[in-house]
């Protein structure tokens, strides 16, 4: 009786093994009489929905880099000599570096998941003006609105991971996306509301010049 239940046991693990796309890769490649076959493409990290998803993630890749260069523009703007103003350098500086290392994370992210980066998908450009000099007061209400594109494309993909149709369903992607954008997103979002809110109370004062030189000060403290 013994024998039999390990016999059954050692049967159908046989069968689900068999049944799983690598292991019949490694047997072909393994059979004497298959000398022609060294191929085992689905000996692969992937698995869920990452085939569908990954041209996505790859935009959103390109989309951060694209941003962490805006940021890096706005920072030498305010670092130059006519503009000197160390604080809003020092802010946009660090947005820059923030959204390159994002850029970077998803990038060991898609390979941890067997994919590979695809620099030729274009990122998102939008239609506003490409100037990247500009006033202090414009330049956070920009930075605002990248920063809640970025959130809002990490909705896009956490709702597609998400889907309940086979083919996109990856609780998996889904919840990389929560954990590691989305909470970090809505404080940055949160800060430059702020912020933009602060600027508009001390530039109604009667020393506009006086209140962003003092606001930068401050934003070299932080």
Request: with cysteine; glycine share 4%; proline share 2%.
């Amino acid at each position: 009786m013994k024998a039999f239940i390990v016999f059954t046991t050692l049967w159908a693990v046989g069968i689900a093994l068999a049944s799983e796309s690598c292991y019949r890769d490694v047997e072909s490649v393994c059979t004497p009489s298959n000398k022609l076959s060294t191929v085992t493409t689905h000996c692969t990290a992937k698995y869920g929905a990452i085939d569908q998803i990954e041209p996505r993630l790859q935009k959103y890749v390109n989309n951060h880099f694209t941003r962490s260069f805006e940021y890096l523009l706005m920072s030498t703007h305010f670092a130059n000599y006519n503009k000197n103003r160390p604080g809003f350098e020092k802010l946009f500086r660090g947005l820059s570096d923030d959204t390159w290392e994002d850029g970077i994370e998803l990038i060991q992210y898609i390979t941890k998941r067997g994919g590979k980066m695809n620099f030729n998908v274009l990122s998102d450009f939008d239609e506003r003006s490409p100037d990247f000099e500009l006033y202090e007061y414009y330049s956070i209400a920009k930075a605002l609105d990248t920063h809640k594109e970025l959130a809002l494309e990490a909705y896009t993909l956490h709702k597609e991971a998400a889907k309940e149709n086979s083919k996109f369903h990856d609780p998996e992607i889904s919840s990389y996306i929560e954990h590691e954008f989305m909470h970090k997103h809505r404080d940055i979002i949160r800060k430059l509301a702020g912020y933009t809110t602060d600027l508009n109370n001390i530039l109604n004062g009667t020393d506009s010049s006086l209140s962003l030189y003092l606001f930068d000060e401050y934003l070299q403290k932080q």
